[in-house]
């Protein structure tokens, strides 16, 4: 019989940035309903939520990992960086930014890659990080993101992604507690450990299915009552 793969979602909003969702409600939704073993909690500009949702889930003793993440805006795009202890400062060149992420042992992954619209790191900019020093190199890009900004453009990402040898990971960049889990990732093992090495050796896979139109904008129309 073949071993489950591990899954998971690794871009995650809450209320503490520009989610619908507090931190509880996600770790209950996720324990109750989902097939995940690990999430990351991305809220942009800060950790605070992330840390506090990954001591509950210690503390509580959940069936699945929560890892410390930013969706850090760079000069260059929107960038993930996962397994933090710090927060890392906004507002720099994509490449200070991803030795920032090293520097402190975290993997950095540049988020809904390739649109073109500032928030979105472009792939000349990717190409010119790829060949410096590999602590300025991007870890992985995100191939599948299921928003109306990634979906355009999943095809160029996943081409991108082939021909200049990245590792691809999907996340759902949930925003609301129904989109957790409609963009994941497969990886050998089950651990957030298991999820990072598979990430670094390239053994990863990305899934999910896109939102529609209407879930969309549900989505922007509860962001609007909540903020």
Not at 61 to 67: D, S
Not at 212 to 221: I, V
């Amino acid at each position: 019989m073949t071993e489950r793969l591990g899954r998971a979602d690794l871009h995650i909003h809450t209320l503490a940035s520009d989610g619908t969702a507090g931190v509880l409600e996600i770790l209950d939704h996720v324990e109750a309903n989902l097939d995940l073993d690990v999430i990351a909690i991305t809220d942009h500009e800060r950790i605070d939520a992330a840390l506090a949702g990954q001591a509950i889930a210690r503390d509580r003793g959940l069936r699945f990992e929560v890892v410390v993440g930013e969706e850090i805006t760079t000069l260059g795009g929107h960038l993930l960086g996962l397994w933090l202890e710090t927060p890392v400062r906004p507002f720099r060149s994509l490449r200070s930014t991803i030795a920032a992420i090293h520097d402190q042992g975290g993997l950095a992954i540049p988020a809904h890659p390739l649109v073109p619209y500032p928030l979105c790191a472009q792939g000349f900019v990717l190409r010119r990080l790829l060949a410096d020093e590999p602590r300025f190199r991007p870890d992985a890009i995100e191939a599948f993101n299921p928003t109306t900004l990634g979906r355009p453009w999943h095809g160029r990402v996943v081409r991108f992604a082939e021909e200049v040898g990245l590792p691809r990971v999907g996340n759902s960049d949930a925003h609301a507690l129904g989109a957790i889990g409609s963009g994941w990732t497969t990886f050998p093992g089950r651990t957030a450990e298991d999820a990072r090495a598979a990430i670094r050796a390239g053994t990863t896979h990305h899934h999910g299915s896109f939102h529609g139109t209407s879930a969309q904008l549900e989505t922007f129309r509860e962001q609007l009552r909540k903020y």
